[in-house]
Nanobody, 114 residues
Framework: EVQLVESGGGLVQPGGSLRLSCVASGFTFSNYYMTWVRQAPGKGLEWVSGIDSSGAITRYADSVKGRFTISRDNAKNTLYLQMSSLKPEDTAVYYC???????WGRGTQVTVSS
């Protein structure tokens, strides 16, 4: 059974930092391109960042470039998203998935507010 379990979200003040994790199981994690996407309240899914299977090539949405860093540990089947200089507009539920996508996890809520 494929599982994607996101964690690490929470309430943080503007300018703060969080590190999200996504533990994958049920497929060969190290073979797949992985992505982070988010869904803000009342809005659709927004692609945030992607990383190739080796971790060597990363991409970011313009809205997070320079503030977020994606990484992965293939030995631990884990994807990360280090978020810094957080803004209220980063408030969303954050999800990870592979490309092509599998069943979605529950996501992790990130709320940026003073």
């Amino acid at each position: 059974e494929v599982q994607l379990v996101e964690s690490g979200g929470g309430l943080v003040q503007p300018g703060g930092s969080l590190r999200l994790s996504c533990v994958a199981s049920g497929f060969t994690f190290s073979n797949y391109y992985m992505t982070w996407v988010r869904q803000a309240p009342g809005k659709g899914l927004e692609w945030v960042s992607g990383i190739d299977s080796s971790g060597a090539i990363t991409r970011y949405a313009d809205s997070v470039k320079g503030r977020f860093t994606i990484s992965r540990d293939n030995a631990k089947n884990t994807l990360y998203l280090q978020m810094s200089s957080l803004k209220p507009e980063d408030t969303a539920v954050y999800y990870c998935n592979s490309v092509p996508p599998r069943d979605w996890g529950r996501g992790t809520q990130v709320t940026v507010s003073s």
